[in-house]
Nanobody, 125 residues
């Protein structure tokens, strides 16, 4: 079965950096787009960044220029480098796999069918 396991969350002051990682198993890794999505307190989940099987990446406007998504197909890992963090980046961050393989990358949460357990990121001002 598909398994996604995140790591790397934590607490940081505004302006700081964190790197999230996700280890994937249980499916043909290179067939699907993978994304990072987040759920701020009392809000709905939102797409943050996604990278396709062809290394095409998309970012939410709120994180462009600050976050970088990358994937390593050989190691079956996904990463999110987060720089210049802001308090509004505080959220539970999830690694997720698109439902459908060989499809374009999107930031729409309902396009994702497999989720990790999440890792908390807290940014203080």
């Amino acid at each position: 079965h598909v398994e996604l396991v995140e790591s790397g969350g934590g607490s940081v002051q505004a302006g700081g950096s964190l790197r999230l990682s996700c280890a994937a198993s249980g499916y043909t890794y290179s067939d699907h787009s993978l994304g990072w999505l987040r759920q701020p307190p009392w809000q709905e989940r939102e797409g943050v960044a996604v990278i396709s099987r062809l290394d095409i990446s998309l970012y939410a406007d709120s994180v462009k220029g600050r976050f970088t998504i990358s994937r390593d197909n050989a190691k079956r890992t996904l990463s999110l480098q987060m720089n210049s963090l802001k308090p509004e980046d505080t959220a539970m961050y999830y690694c997720a796999r698109k439902l459908t393989g060989y499809s374009p990358p999107t930031l729409i949460p309902t396009d994702y069918g497999h989720w990790g357990q999440g890792t908390q990121v807290t940014v203080s001002s």
